[in-house]
């Protein structure tokens, strides 16, 4: 049996930050020794966006990645910490590899998503911009609760709620982060994925056209 790539002991054991949402900030959420691999084997995305896992091809270290995370060891994991039951909630992962001008303005997250998982995949990180920021509110940049260089293995988790604010300053290039969330039924998910794919069709297209 291969070895988790998951610190699922370091997470149970991360306390759940719940002021003024609820959050959890993890380096090292992923093994040290399985993330060449999976870097190896990500998918190899050009275009600013987030795109689904059908929309892209990758390898097979990444598709055992994908496993574990929608395994029930980790529902499980998030269903402890979060106090939830997430037994019936679909999963969505989509994965984004490059930063355009337009990315990081700050938001919540759409009402249909109830847990939000980022795991970024970029081995090093001295940029400025790009740096997620936990934040207070919905207007300033800097009013920030904490930032978090998007460096490989490290997870940001939190609650969706009306206030769970996030964003980053400008960067623009490759930045990788896989986006995984429980969302709120199959309904929700059928029409996430179906906008996600038509949106990867057109920046497929503009991007050939450039």
Same mark, same amino acid.
């Given at each position: 049996?291969?070895?988790?790539?998951?610190?699922?002991?370091?997470?149970?054991?991360?306390?759940?930050?719940?002021?003024? $949402?609820?959050? @959890?900030?993890?380096?090292?959420?992923?093994?040290?020794?399985?993330?060449?691999?999976?870097?190896? !084997?990500?998918?190899?995305?050009?275009?600013?966006?987030?795109?689904?896992?059908?929309?892209?091809?990758?390898?097979?270290?990444?598709?055992?990645?994908?496993?574990?995370?929608?395994?029930?060891?980790?529902?499980?994991? $998030?269903?402890?910490?979060?106090?939830?039951?997430?037994?019936?909630?679909?999963?969505?992962?989509?994965?984004?590899?490059?930063?355009?001008?337009? !990315?990081?303005?700050? &938001?919540? !997250?759409?009402?249909?998503? @109830?847990?939000?998982?980022?795991?970024?995949?970029?081995?090093? =990180?001295?940029?400025?911009?790009?740096?997620?920021?936990?934040?207070?509110?919905? !207007?300033?940049?800097?009013?920030?609760?904490?930032?978090?260089?998007?460096?490989?293995?490290?997870?940001?988790?939190?609650?969706?709620?009306?206030?769970?604010? &996030?964003?980053?300053?400008?960067?623009?290039?490759?930045?990788?982060?896989?986006?995984?969330? =429980?969302?709120?039924?199959?309904?929700?998910?059928?029409?996430?994925?179906?906008?996600?794919?038509?949106?990867?069709?057109?920046?497929?297209?503009? &991007?050939?056209?450039?």
């Amino acid at each position: 049996m291969a070895a988790s790539m998951l610190n699922l002991r370091a997470f149970s054991a991360t306390p759940l930050q719940r002021e003024p $949402f609820d959050y @959890l900030v993890l380096p090292g959420f992923i093994e040290p020794q399985a993330r060449a691999a999976i870097n190896a !084997d990500y998918p190899q995305v050009d275009r600013p966006g987030s795109f689904p896992l059908s929309e892209v091809k990758y390898g097979p270290e990444f598709a055992r990645l994908i496993e574990e995370l929608r395994g029930p060891e980790v529902r499980a994991a $998030f269903e402890e910490k979060f106090g939830l039951s997430l037994k019936s909630r679909p999963t969505m992962i989509t994965v984004r590899g490059r930063c355009c001008e337009k !990315d990081g303005n700050i &938001h919540t !997250d759409s009402l249909s998503k @109830l847990i939000t998982v980022l795991i970024y995949m970029n081995p090093a =990180w001295e940029e400025p911009g790009g740096r997620l920021r936990l934040l207070r509110s919905a !207007d300033n940049l800097d009013d920030v609760i904490t930032e978090i260089p998007p460096e490989e293995g490290t997870l940001v988790t939190f609650r969706r709620s009306d206030n769970s604010y &996030h964003g980053h300053k400008p960067f623009i290039g490759p930045r990788r982060v896989i986006q995984h969330n =429980w969302v709120a039924s199959a309904r929700v998910l059928r029409y996430e994925t179906a906008r996600h794919r038509v949106s990867a069709f057109f920046k497929r297209a503009l &991007h050939k056209a450039s």
